[in-house]
Every structure is written in structure tokens, then in C-alpha cells.
């Protein structure tokens, strides 16, 4: 376990390299002068601002040293200058940071909790109306433009029945609680006030609802899936002749093994995740980096484009990499596959 | 003299088309039909005022009226028109390019394989939306350049397929003996390997449609893919967000891509259904 | 013999419905076991005799219908709703399969097979005092260093210790019926040898009373005191098994004998039966072994035989009176 383990992370320096190499390309692929990724339109016309820029990025020279250039300002975190916000776009992501994991790591835990259960479930009743129910559940999730159920859910549930509070992570009246992590869940509960706890819940809810559903598909499916496979294999039959009832075959046997395949497309999910919260989070005012993102499109604030793709692209590499390390654990059969 | 009674046989079902399979395929079909023939019957036009602004459904406007006064079932409608042809250019060209590089990639081995992996690898590391905005952006925003964006953003995913499929099929015999026979390579490749490889690309292809449209939406949704007054299902959602309480102006769309999403997702599930050696 | 029996399964018949109809895999078995007795029952592949096993014990699936009655000592338990089956199993009957590699939660150590073993019969017993007895399961079972193999898990064993965990955590609870469905089929012919040596003395030490199911006649010989041959979801003879590997009174059997290599038998050619058995749907009229029997008459295709008394046993056979008994070629009975 400990070599595979070892292999994936040696791997992921090339990997990580790639991204940046990537990221270059795509920069140096836009229209007209390469400045314009870095300054954008208005600014190219100052000279002062323009010859600095050069000198920052190297442009004057060659390109392979662009690209030295370029990674070593990768390395000491430097993504540029965000047109928009004229502030670092390193630091615009960092601020912004913990609204979209807050919010992404929500829509996980209601994606697979949810999704584990159907599939279990769906496995247990197979071919009865819940299986079919859940099937059907399931695909219209992963068919959802998760903008527009967004959209239209923040219609229904905020405006005619008011069940769910306007935008944001918080009232607007609310002063967010001091930072800890970043997360006004945790924090909120670490300053002991519930009130705005609830508060930070009950704005979570509905956008985490909306970006689970399209992994809760998925999850469900899959977990059905692996629970049928194991379900006939000979090991659930002994230990129901051991007197395993049948809750415990169902979990504490099937569910395990059934688990472990599981995981893959847990972590797979992620990247749905990332491209919904890029997606909704302009939906419900939610101040994290899928706003920063599309704001910088319907810019074309190339620094805070190209700063979010490498962050999104390390993002991927690191939950795949997580996602590997628990296959490994979860499996004691690794190191003979 | 006795009439001789010959009814014609009651038709069977084929055991291929189960629900899913059936739901899947009308819908896009539909859909085609629509896509093909709506500029033949819609008593409006997509891009011309039709009525007041901003108005909800109503028997003149099943689905109201926009920003612009524009009937947005016709819009709906003609959207399809954009999507579809975008989703099949796309596809098709990743398909293509894809399926070359990967059939190359799994047939010589070596520095070639290694080489057009790590790019496929490197691709696939990032989340295909943002991937997707960033070639947007710097090509610049458009309709054109977001299937450009689409297809860099897809095409290593035909490739891994593709190569997993030729090294499968370059160690069966038949392909052994054509190589001692004194077959070029090209030869061995276009005329034993490739023709077997093909099904699975294809099946995939056909359920990644879906997903594709989706990707299209997503783009346009952001701004950079289709502009105004492009009836684009993305756009127009884009536009219904900004009119958040006339919610019909997003509703047409987002069902539309709903329902094509859906349909293909059906038509993937119910075709994997078949594949799958347990359900049989 | 005069006290009742242990196991009483009479009338079993085991109806599978499937898209094309129903099929009747097991069509009225009649099976006792006696305390402390052996039974073999015997029978090639797809003849039910592992399907007559787990519809005694409630395992079958519930769209498949069981009919009849399986008694354990007076208590019927046919039919009995699964939680109090699942009290019963693994503590008054256990059961033990084919393969031991499949038949073993992966992801589990062996310490968890065991622990849940005895945990599952008796929920005061800690963590502590149910690892403590796993070890003297294992040891009971002759596996070395049992200690350190409770953190092992089922695929660092080989198939002959995980067979041997397996009748450990059948044993654990000291069931009075132990139902072996091909233990040795999946393992080493040298390994064979082995587990039947274990289940030897799991027999002696405990009291157990053993259900042997194999289509392997050399293992049943030296183990068995009595055997039941099956046929096409049907019994076809049963008696002593001593009387049966001497003298077999069916056609069936003579022909699995004759088929059998034997030691005390010189050279001479092996036998098959010709032909194949039934598939489960196309179950004819009649014997169901009458296609490949080479004494077959008219009333041999037309009317199922019934298990009848002869001495010793019972065979079901039209002709079981006017056939002799075939006597293998050595006077002596058993092949080892």
C-alpha cells in the first residue's frame, strides 16, 4: 500500500507542471499582444504601466524564458494583477476561498449521504417502483442545467413560499462571525451563536441541495450498482447462515465492499461540484471563487481566468490524489492488484 | 371456396427497445424535428419584437414575452437549432481527433503513446469548465471559438478510449498474422484493427451528447460562447437570471435542455442496460 | 435410532420461477439425521442438493416458494420468520461452502469473521473475551500461530486454512448440525484429505451431527454412515452407506460406482453413464433417469417411481426387485 501510495506522489510534480505548462500556452494563444492576458485593454495604453509588465513577465524576451519566468512566478504564488478588482489575483482567491469549499464540501455530504442511501436502498428493492423512483431521480440530477434548477428552485422556495432566505451565505443584516477557518458554520458554532449558525445553515441549504443533486445521480447509481455485485457474492450468503440479520448483511457487509468502487466516483464528483459552484454561485450570491470566475469571464480579466483555472486544475490533482490514497486504504487487496 | 385468412403478424416488440431506450430516443428525436423544421411553422420570429415586454404566458405567448418583447417559445424552440448543431460539431470533431490520436497513441507504442498521453492527461487534469473558459477567453468570446474551447476540452477523452481499444485488439491473431504476412503497418491498422474499434467510441460519443449541450449552455450561460441576440438556451438563461422574477424567460430554455439532457441520458442508460452481460 | 431424529426434512419441494416458468429444482426430498450421525448425500451437479440444504435453512431468496417440512428436533422451521431463523443459524445448524475464498468477507480479518461468530449468538460477550476464544477456535482447528492470524485478512491465507477458518466459525457455537456443501471441492486434492480429517474431529470432540453434500463419492466413503443419492431434484436411494457402496440397488448409483476408480479393483475400465442429466426446465415424464438407465421399461417412462423400502434402505426404482444388486468387482466394499 505504502508503494502505490509513493508512486502517485511522485507523480504529481510532472503533473503540476503540466498545468502550468498548459496554463502558459493558453495565455500566449490569445488574440494580439500576450500583454493583454496579463493587463487587459484599457491599461495597454499606458506606457509606464505596459513597460512594467514586461519587465514583470518577461515579455521582451524570448519565449522559453517567458516561460521561466512565468513558472517561477507560479512557484512564489504570484498569478498576476485581476484587471477588476486591481488586486493580486492570489490574494482575491484566497479571500474567497473558504465560501466555495464551505459550499462544496456541504453539497458532497448531502451528494454521498443521500446517494449512498438511494443506492443501498435501490439495491435492496431492486426493480420495485423505489428502484425506478430513484433511477429516474438520479438522471434528471445529472441532466439539470444546475444554473438554471438554481434558478428556478431559488424562485420557488425563496420568493413564493419563503421557505429559504434571499442570497448570500448570511443576512444581510448579519455581521459575519469572527474568522477561524472562513466557514461561517464552524465558525459560528466555535463563537458559540447559534443563532447565526442557523443563520449560515439555513442560507447553505439550498445551494448545497442544488449542487448535490447532480452527484447524489451518480453516487446512486453506482453504489447500487457495486451493492448488487456484492449482494451475490458467496460471503453475503455465509454470513446470513451465520445469523446476520438482515440490516447487518446489508451494511456492515455489503456496504463496505460496495464502498470501495464507490470512492472513485466520489472523487470524480468533485469535479462536477467544482463546475457547479463556478455555475451557481453568481445564482445565489455567494461570494467564492465560481463568482470570482464568471465575473472574470463576462470580463475577460485574463489574470483572474488563468489564476482560477491553475487553481482549479491543482484542486483536481489534489482530490484525485486524496481519493487514491483512500482507495488504498479502504482496500486491503491493493498492493496484489 | 374457402377464404384464406392471413393476419398479418402482431408486432413484437424488438428486445433491444425497453422504456429507457424508447423515452431516450423519442425526445431526441423530437427535438431533431424541431431543430430542423421550426423555421417552417413558429408564428414568430426568434430575433423580431412580438409583443409587449416582459409579459407572462398567456394563449397568444404560451411562454410569455422577454426583455425585448420576443416570444420566448420560439425562442425556446429555435434554440435547438444552436445546440444540437454545436453539440454534433463538437463531438464529432473530438471524435475524430481523438480516435486519431489514440489509435496512433495505442498502435505505436513508445514515444508517440507517451507524448500524446501526457497531453491527454494534462487536459483531463483540469475541471473542463474552467479549462473551457480559459481557451474561451483568450481566443476570445464567441460561438466558434467556445466549440474550439469544447473540442481541445473532449477529444482525450475519445483518445484514452480509443487506445484502450487498439491495444486489445493488436494482440488478437488476426492482427498477428496480417504483421507476419508482411502487411505495412498503415494498412494493418486501417484495415484489421480499427474496424473493430469503433462501437465503443461510438456508443460513447452518442451518450456524451448530452453532457455536451450542457458544456454549450454553460459557456454561453458565463458570456463567452453564444452573444445576443443568438437564441441560445444558455444566453437566454443568462438573460432570465437578470429577470429573476419573470421566471418564464429562463424557464423555456432550462426545461429544453432538460429535456435533451435527459433524453440522451435515458438513451445512455438504457443502451448500457443492454451491454451489461448481468441484465442479460 | 428409536429417539427422533435431529434433522427431519420431508416433502421439501423447491419451485423456482423464472421468465419462461416455473421449475421445480428439488420435487419431495425425505432426509433424516440422527444425533452424531453422518450423512453423505451424493448426486452430480445441478441435481439440488445444495438447494435442498438452504431451503431447510430459510437462505433461499424470497420469490423462490418452499414447500414441506424440515424439523429441527420437534420445531418446525420451515417458514419461520427470518429473525428467528437467524437465531438458529450458525448456532443450532451452521453451514459451511464450497469456497472458502469467496464464501469470506474481503475487507474483514478473520478475527471479524470470528468475533462476529460468536458475538452475533451471544451479545454479552466483549471484544476481549470473544478474541480470546477465536484463538482457541482456531487452535482447534490446527492453525499455527492463531494469534497473530486474527489481524490477517482472508486472502493471506491459503485455501486450505481458510477452509479450516471457515469450520472454525461453524463450530464456534457448538451447533448440534453441521452442513458441509462441498468442502473439499474447491481445494488440493492433498489438501482434501486434510479437512476431512478436521471435520473428523470436529465430530468426535463436539457430537456434532455432519451433512456431507459432494458429487465426490470417494469422499463420502470413509466418512459416512449413511448416504442419500440424488437425482433431478429427487432421491433416488438411501440407506447405510456401507450397504450402499456394497450392494447398490439403483441404476443411478450402480453407475456412479462403476464409474469410480478403484484401489482394491485391479485394472479394468472405467464406466460413464451415458447421456447427461436433465436440464432443471425440460424435466420429463416418468423416471427421470429412465433416458439414461440401460434397464428402462414402459412403466419406466410413464410413472415416477416412489422411494420404497428394501432391506436396509430405500431405493425408488420400478425394477429395484427384479434388478440383482450389482456387487462391485472386489468382495471387499470400500475404495479408500
Redesign the interface.
Known amino acids: 500500500m505504502k508503494r502505490f501510495i509513493l508512486r502517485r506522489l511522485v507523480a504529481m510534480p510532472f503533473l503540476v507542471l503540466g498545468i502550468v505548462t498548459a496554463a502558459f500556452l493558453i495565455s500566449h494563444a490569445t488574440q494580439g499582444d500576450p500583454l493583454i492576458s496579463v493587463l487587459g485593454d484599457r491599461q495597454m495604453d499606458n506606457p509606464e504601466v505596459v513597460a512594467a509588465a514586461k519587465a514583470r513577465w518577461g515579455l521582451d524576451r524570448p519565449l522559453p524564458e517567458q516561460y521561466l519566468v512565468y513558472v517561477r512566478n507560479l512557484l512564489t504564488g504570484d498569478l498576476g494583477i485581476s484587471i477588476r478588482t486591481k488586486q493580486p489575483v492570489t490574494r482575491d482567491l484566497l479571500v474567497r476561498l473558504p465560501a466555495t469549499l464551505e459550499l462544496v464540501i456541504a453539497a458532497m455530504i448531502v451528494g454521498s449521504g443521500i446517494g449512498i442511501a438511494l443506492g443501498v436502498l435501490a439495491a435492496r428493492f431492486r426493480d420495485r417502483p423505489f428502484d425506478h423512483f430513484s433511477r429516474l431521480f438520479a438522471l434528471i440530477g445529472s441532466s439539470l442545467p444546475v444554473f438554471w434548477s438554481g434558478l428556478i428552485l431559488l424562485f420557488i422556495f425563496s420568493v413564493k413560499v419563503h421557505w429559504i432566505p434571499g442570497p448570500g451565505r448570511l443576512d444581510a443584516r448579519t455581521t459575519p462571525p469572527d474568522f477561524v477557518t472562513g466557514f461561517y458554520t464552524v465558525d459560528s458554532l466555535i463563537a458559540s451563536d447559534f443563532g447565526k449558525f442557523l443563520d449560515a445553515l439555513h442560507h447553505l441549504a439550498l445551494p448545497a441541495l442544488v449542487l448535490g443533486w447532480a452527484v447524489m445521480g451518480i453516487i446512486s447509481r453506482m453504489v447500487r450498482a457495486s451493492m448488487l455485485d456484492v449482494l451475490s457474492q458467496d460471503y453475503i450468503l455465509a454470513a446470513r447462515a451465520r445469523g446476520a440479520r438482515e440490516a447487518r448483511v446489508l451494511f456492515h457487509h455489503a456496504l463496505r465492499n460496495a464502498l470501495i468502487p464507490t470512492l472513485t466516483i466520489i472523487g470524480f464528483s468533485f469535479a462536477y461540484l467544482i463546475t457547479g459552484a463556478v455555475l451557481t454561485e453568481t445564482i445565489f450570491s455567494w461570494p467564492g471563487v465560481g463568482s470570482y470566475a464568471v465575473n472574470a469571464a463576462r470580463n475577460l480579466d485574463y489574470p483572474a481566468i488563468m489564476g482560477v483555472t491553475i487553481v482549479g486544475g491543482l484542486a483536481f490533482l489534489i482530490t484525485n490524489l486524496i481519493t487514491d490514497i483512500a482507495y488504498a486504504l479502504a482496500d486491503p487487496r491493493i498492493d496484489m492488484k | 371456396m374457402a377464404m384464406a385468412s392471413t393476419n398479418a403478424p402482431a408486432w413484437r416488440r424488438p428486445s433491444w427497445l425497453t422504456l429507457p431506450v424508447a423515452a431516450g430516443g423519442l425526445i431526441i428525436l423530437a427535438w431533431i424535428i424541431v431543430a430542423l423544421t421550426v423555421p417552417l411553422w413558429t408564428p414568430y420570429d426568434p430575433v423580431m419584437m412580438a409583443g409587449r415586454r416582459l409579459m407572462p404566458p398567456s394563449a397568444a405567448h404560451w411562454l410569455g414575452t422577454d426583455a425585448l418583447g420576443r416570444d420566448v417559445l420560439a425562442r425556446t424552440l429555435w434554440g435547438a437549432r444552436f445546440s444540437l448543431t454545436i453539440a454534433a460539431a463538437v463531438i464529432s470533431a473530438a471524435v475524430v481527433i481523438g480516435a486519431l490520436l489514440g489509435a496512433l497513441a495505442g498502435f505505436l507504442g513508445g514515444i508517440v503513446d507517451g507524448a500524446i498521453m501526457r497531453f491527454a492527461d494534462v487536459t483531463l487534469s483540469f475541471p473542463p469548465i474552467l479549462l473551457a473558459m480559459a481557451v474561451t477567453a483568450s481566443l476570445g468570446p464567441g460561438m466558434q471559438n467556445a466549440a474550439v474551447a469544447m473540442i481541445i476540452v473532449w477529444w482525450p477523452v475519445y483518445a484514452r478510449l480509443m487506445r484502450a481499444q487498439v491495444l486489445t485488439i493488436k494482440q488478437r491473431e488476426h492482427v498477428e498474422a496480417a504483421v507476419a504476412c508482411g502487411a505495412p503497418p498503415a494498412r494493418v491498422l486501417s484495415k484489421h484493427v480499427l474496424p473493430l474499434c469503433w462501437s465503443p467510441i461510438l456508443v460513447n460519443a452518442t451518450m456524451d451528447f448530452g453532457q455536451v449541450v450542457l458544456l454549450a449552455a454553460s459557456l454561453s450561460f458565463i458570456g463567452l460562447g453564444a452573444s445576443p441576440p443568438t437564441p441560445e438556451w444558455g444566453q437566454m438563461i443568462s438573460e432570465g437570471a437578470n429577470r429573476f422574477y419573470q421566471w418564464w424567460i429562463a424557464f423555456g430554455p432550462g426545461m429544453a435542455i432538460l429535456s435533451i439532457v435527459l433524453g440522451f441520458n435515458f438513451l445512455g442508460d438504457g443502451v448500457r442496460d443492454l451491454m451489461d452481460p448481468r441484465t442479460q | 435410532m428409536n429417539a427422533a431424529p435431529l434433522l427431519d426434512i420431508s416433502g421439501l419441494r423447491v419451485a423456482i420461477p423464472t421468465a419462461t416458468g416455473t421449475v421445480e429444482a428439488v420435487s419431495g426430498i425425505d432426509i433424516t439425521l440422527d444425533k452424531g450421525e453422518t450423512l453423505g448425500i451424493v448426486g452430480e451437479s445441478g441435481c439440488g442438493k445444495s438447494i435442498t440444504m438452504l431451503a431447510a ?1 430459510g ?1 433461499l431468496p424470497p420469490h423462490i416458494a418452499v414447500t414441506g417440512s424440515a424439523k429441527l428436533g420437534t420445531r418446525e422451521i420451515l417458514g419461520l420468520p ?2 428467528e431463523l ?6 443450532s445448524i ?2 459451511i ?1 464450497q ?1 472458502p475464498l ?7 480479518t478473520v478475527g471479524d469473521h470470528l468475533g ?2 460468536l458475538r ?2 451471544d451479545s454479552h460477550l466483549s471484544k476481549r473475551a470473544a478474541a480470546e476464544r477465536a484463538v482457541e477456535l482456531l487452535d482447534l482447528v490446527s492453525i499455527p500461530e492463531p494469534r497473530s492470524r486474527l489481524r490477517q ?1 482472508p ?1 493471506e491465507f491459503s485455501g486450505g486454512m481458510r477452509q479450516r477458518v ?1 469450520i472454525a ?1 461453524a463450530v464456534a457455537n457448538d451447533p448440534q448440525v453441521l452442513i458441509a456443501d462441498e468442502p473439499t471441492t474447491a481445494l488440493d486434492v492433498t489438501v482434501q484429505a486434510q479437512i476431512l480429517e478436521v471435520l473428523r474431529r470436529m465430530r468426535e470432540r463436539l457430537g456434532l451431527a455432519l451433512i456431507i453434500i459432494t458429487h465426490d463419492l470417494g469422499i463420502v466413503a470413509g466418512s459416512a454412515d449413511r448416504l442419500a443419492v440424488m437425482y433431478a431434484g429427487r432421491i433416488v436411494e438411501d440407506g447405510e452407506a456401507e450397504a450402499v457402496f456394497a450392494r447398490p440397488r439403483h441404476p443411478y448409483t450402480q453407475g456412479l460406482l462403476a464409474a469410480v476408480p478403484r484401489i482394491d479393483a485391479g485394472m479394468r475400465r472405467l464406466v460413464p453413464i451415458e447421456g447427461a442429466p436433465p436440464s432443471l426446465t425440460a424435466r420429463l415424464q416418468g423416471c427421470p433417469f429412465h433416458p439414461r438407465c440401460p434397464h428402462a421399461a414402459a412403466i419406466c417412462r410413464s410413472e415416477v417411481p416412489r422411494l420404497a423400502a428394501t432391506d436396509g434402505g430405500r431405493v425408488a426404482c420400478h425394477l429395484a426387485d427384479r434388478l440383482p444388486a450389482l456387487t462391485p468387482p472386489a468382495s471387499e466394499a470400500r475404495a479408500q
Open positions: 435453512m437462505l427470518q429473525a437467524a437465531g438458529l443459524r450458525g448456532k451452521a453451514m461452502f469456497d469467496t464464501a469470506l468477507n474481503p475487507v474483514l462476529e461468530a452475533l449468538h485478512y486472502h471457515m466459525m
